[in-house]
């Protein structure tokens, strides 16, 4: 420890110490170096190694091999691939960052290299025993094991009977391992084949020589041949079969043959040229009339190994062509070359090692594989009772109650639906243990609370107020102060389904308590009684009151208002829950007296009566009555604690009256004020008028009036009638007196004089054509009226009109006089309509096709007499609806239609005489389309005469094909694209087709698609 002192001028000083800790390096060692899997140049070498540091600890340990980190895994023990003279490390770093290394450079012990051979000393053809030694063992170095079991063993080398296979095991000090094997045959000891790859395609003398020979044997040939400077070769002339015997010097022998064919051709003959298959390869072999070597090749000439011309070609999902090419030897003519196509369609799944097989149940599993290639079907099952949400999907979902299920998946390779593999593995769901409504919490004891845990799951609780945590299973804990807090209990039992349990609580000073209290609110006629309850805690509580002959009989309110309808004593009973679900109750007995007197708002006299105040019903003669008025009436005087009081206002005045028995008190108020007159006024019905001869009814309209008397005399005499409507004929005067109990009696009066116009329409009617024109005119039959005219439908002001409709219509003139008076008059112009509609089917005719039908269809309401079609050079019938017209060239044909009436109406068609070009406009291509399904222009497709092939392509801006056809008959794109409209665009197009005559038309261009 070091320590500075620092003084100022002054001589001030100050000191601060600094330590300097001492810290000493960690120690790394590879421990040790186990073999765990040997191999040729890598083997897996287990490692293990060591750190340590006196003054600190190792925060890591870090694993290299040839400078490049290992990750992960157990810092002091690994399992490292090895290469020969790998170098391996193991460095350590302490909390200070000191670090260690060790390093090793490890030589791997590699496999035994051994082999085992005869000794050809030993062999012979009388089937004695062969002496087999081992070739590249090390003696006592090694260990070795023989199958079958060896008796003899003589050092590397021991005598075996001939007939048998010897395997030999050799296993070294680090249990690497290698085997050898050799075969002892009972074949005789020499071996021969003869070699004829002199043949060719000619038919010439081919050379034939003997294949493993020596000139140490002795041979015999059948038929025999003539000797040549090689005794192993001679030319031997095709057609012909030639055996050979070979004997050598210990009379062992051996026999081959040949047919030397005379053949003109080579002949390549494959097993299969076109192979579809399920597995990863496929077998094909070539064969050839005479011998030759058959070389097998991929697309790229890469040479693929084959067995006497059988060979196992890959299969993969694309298509690949492999060639066979035969070649005899000694001739480069003499060859010939076949071909076999391959293609795999085989699938394959596997378990998706991402994939999640453990779920807590009630909770959803999405199961996958990994499947090669794309486009298969999935078939899913699983055991009872889980159940899957698709089992036709790649990733369906797994729900049911924990257990152990096998679920298993079928795929099919949709290209075939042959090629099949399935999968079978488990899954797991688990428990879920939901501890939130098994745990119950006691809180009705202020701030004594008590915690239950049925399910014997053992943990710890901490009880949120910074207490010790308790281990008890069912812990009472008493808190410091009221509050909220959040107890949590931890289980010990580690599940993953299973998780801590906590809750928010409140917790009171003390136990629950509750009071009632209430007052009158009225007490007229009924009680209407205000309730209020009391408690000491606050927050979210739950009020249950009741009450036995209240209205509500019930309530859930803090402070009810109860209506009771009679006087007496009544119980009242109140249970409050808190939010903590705990009770306290409380009674009462309450004693309701009700003021049952009736007194009228207000009061209407006529000046100078007297009316008493209160109602004899309803007077209590235990009650307290106290009268007054504003302004004072001295009627009132003497009689202020009458209970029913006469009195005669002068003026309007306002009366109060105070009623009282025990607590219940109400005071009312009575205004007594004087009726109004009568004020009645006659009104005619909204129906009569002065424009109308029919009766009259008259309403006496008054306020209050409850009597009416009419006269046509003001004097009354005589009175015809006494309701307050009545009906009368104009024209004269009419009086009515109206009166009541409200109103004072008042006199009106009502005058009826009519003024009703007159006029006459001529003529009656019209007839006229479409187009044509009718005036519509009146007579004003009262010289004196000033009229005016409104015409319907929907025509201008005026009297005097022209009209031209399109249809029969019934115009309708009302005119009004100078009075306010209306009549209407009717005037029908009847119309006939006519039209015509043309057409030519078909509408386009040819040298070979020259006739077609010409169709006049009429419409509207006119009745056709007459039909005339121009010209009438080509037609058949030019003077009927339906005629055959053949014409020369392209002609526009016109029919006229003529009405009873005498209506015309005219159309024309053209049609097209087509000379079978098949060029434009001869094939017709539109520049735009409507498809909008009104059968007009729908479809978008290349029209020609005759046409017998089509090819037709539109596209999109970005070059997606949106139809094709090779449909000459079909009707063409509908504006549809992959089910949906196609937006309003520029779409581009090709054709390619062939006419009737047989040409052939190519063009390509642009379409517009409408809206």
């Given amino acids: 420890t070091y320590t500075v002192t620092v003084t100022d001028a002054a001589g001030c000083s100050a000191q601060a110490p600094v330590v300097i800790h001492l810290l000493s390096d960690p120690s790394a060692a590879i421990a040790s170096a186990e073999v765990v899997e040997c191999g040729i140049a890598l083997s897996k070498i287990k490692f293990a190694g060591t750190a340590t540091d006196p003054l600190s600890t ?550 100078g009566d007297s009316i008493r105040l209160n109602h004899p019903v309803g007077i209590d003669p235990d009650a307290d009555y106290e009268w007054g008025s504003v302004p004072l009436d001295p009627t009132l005087l003497g009689q202020e604690h009458d209970p029913n009081p006469v009195v005669s206002p002068k003026v309007p005045t306002v009366y109060t009256a105070t009623i009282s028995q025990g607590a219940c008190s109400v005071t009312y108020s009575l205004a007594v004020g004087f009726k109004p007159s009568s004020d009645v006024h006659i009104v005619a019905d909204s129906a009569s008028s002065v424009c109308s001869a029919d009766d009259w009814l008259l309403i006496a309209q008054s306020i209050g009036a409850t009597k009416f008397e009419w006269s046509t005399s003001d004097t009354f005499m005589p009175v015809f009638d006494t309701l307050k409507t009545v009906h009368v004929m104009p024209n004269g005067i009419y009086f009515v007196r109206a009166s009541g109990d409200a109103v004072c009696p008042t006199v009106d009066s009502i005058l009826i004089d009519l003024k009703i116009p007159e006029i006459q329409v001529i003529p009656a009617d019209h007839d006229i054509c479409l187009g044509e024109e009718a005036a519509l005119m009146f007579t004003n039959l009262i010289p004196g009226d000033n009229l005016t005219c409104d015409w319907g439908p929907d025509l201008p002001t005026g009297c005097d009109l022209v009209v031209s409709p399109d249809d029969t219509t019934t115009y309708v003139v009302i005119v009004t006089n100078q009075y306010g008076c209306k009549d209407t008059l009717s005037f029908t112009v009847n119309v006939t309509s006519v039209s015509v509609d043309a057409d030519a089917t078909p509408d386009v005719v040819t040298l070979e096709n020259p006739t077609t039908i010409l169709t006049a269809t009429p419409g509207g309401n006119g009745t056709v007499v007459s039909y005339e079609w121009t010209p009438p050079g080509t037609l058949s019938s030019p003077h009927t609806a339906q005629t055959e017209a053949t014409p020369t060239e392209t002609t526009i044909y016109t029919v006229t239609v003529t009405t009873e009436d005498g209506c015309t109406a005219t159309d024309t068609v053209m049609v097209i005489f087509r000379h079978n070009e098949c060029i434009s406009p001869f094939v017709f291509i539109p520049k735009a389309f409507t498809p909008n399904n009104d059968q007009k222009n729908d479809f978008f497709i290349p029209l020609a005469a005759g046409m017998t092939a089509l090819k037709f392509i539109i596209w999109d801006r970005w070059g997606e094909i949106v139809y094709e056809t090779n449909d000459p008959n079909a009707l063409g794109w509908d504006g549809t694209y992959k089910g949906k409209e196609a937006t309003p665009d520029a779409f581009a197009w090709y054709v390619l087709l062939t006419c009737g005559n047989g040409d052939i038309y190519e063009s390509k261009g642009n379409v517009t698609l409408l809206k």
């Fill in 58 to 607: 190792i925060t890591s340990v870090q694993w290299f091999i040839n400078g490049v980190p290992v990750p992960g895994g157990n810092p002091f023990e690994v399992l490292l691939p090895v290469h020969q003279t790998d170098t391996v490390q193991i460095v350590a770093t302490s909390a200070q960052g000191c670090t260690d290394a060790d390093t090793l450079v490890f030589y791997v012990p590699g496999i035994p290299d051994i082999s085992v051979a005869l000794d050809s000393a030993t062999l012979n053809c009388n089937g004695n025993p062969v002496k087999i030694c081992i070739i590249g063992g090390t003696g006592l170095d090694y260990g070795y094991d023989w199958e079958p079991d060896v008796a003899n063993l003589d050092s590397l080398c021991f005598m075996a009977a001939p007939g048998s296979t010897y395997t030999v095991t050799a296993t070294d000090v680090n249990t690497c391992s290698a085997t050898a094997s050799v075969n002892i045959g009972l074949s005789p000891p020499i071996a021969i084949s003869l070699d004829a790859s002199g043949l060719n395609c000619s038919g010439d003398p081919v050379k034939l020589c003997v294949i493993g020979g020596s000139t140490d044997y002795g041979y015999a040939w059948e038929p025999a041949v003539e000797a040549t400077s090689d005794s192993l070769c001679f030319m031997a002339a095709p057609g012909a079969t030639y055996m050979l015997t070979a004997t050598d010097g210990n009379n062992c022998s051996a026999t081959a043959s040949i047919a030397v064919q005379a053949i003109d051709s080579l002949e390549l003959t494959l097993s299969q040229t076109l192979i579809l298959t399920c597995s990863a390869s496929a077998q094909v072999s070539a064969t050839t009339n005479i011998p030759a070597t058959i070389v097998w090749t991929d697309p790229n000439g890469v040479v693929i190994p084959s067995s006497g011309g059988t060979v196992t070609l890959p299969a993969t999902a694309d298509t690949v062509v492999y060639t066979a090419t035969a070649t005899v030897a000694g001739s480069s003519t003499c060859t010939a070359v076949g071909q076999v196509s391959v293609t795999g369609q085989g699938v394959n799944v596997s378990v998706n090692p991402a994939a999640v097989d453990t779920v807590c149940s009630g909770l959803p599993l999405a199961l996958s594989v990994n499947v090669t290639p794309q486009g298969v079907s999935y078939l899913w099952s699983v055991d009872a009772p889980a159940m899957l949400s698709d089992s036709t999907s790649p990733n369906p979902v797994l729900n049911g109650p924990a257990g152990d299920y096998i679920v298993s998946v079928i795929i099919v390779n949709e290209a075939n639906t042959v090629c099949t593999d399935s999968l079978s593995f488990p899954v797991k769901i688990l428990d879920t243990i939901d501890l939130s409504g098994q745990i119950s919490i006691g809180l009705c004891h202020g701030l004594v609370v008590s915690f239950t845990n049925p399910t014997g799951i053992g943990g710890s609780w901490d009880f949120g107020d910074s207490s010790p945590v308790s281990n008890d299973v069912n812990p009472v804990h008493t808190y410091d102060s009221a509050g909220v807090y959040t107890p949590v209990f931890t289980p010990s039992v580690v599940s993953p389904c299973l998780g801590p349990w906590s809750s928010t609580i409140t917790v009171f000073d003390s136990a629950l308590t509750v009071g009632i209290a209430h007052s009158y609110v009225n007490c007229a006629l009924e009680a209407v009684i205000q309730f209020n309850g009391t408690t000491n805690h606050t927050g979210s509580n739950f009020w249950d009151w009741k009450f036995p002959g209240g209205t509500p009989a019930t309530s859930t309110v803090q402070n009810p208002i109860i209506t009771y309808p009679g006087e007496g004593t009544y119980f009242v009973a109140l249970t409050l829950t808190d939010i903590n679900h705990c009770t306290a109750t409380a009674t009462d007995s309450i004693t309701l007296y009700i003021i049952s007197d009736i007194l009228d708002d207000s009061l209407k006299i006529c000046l």
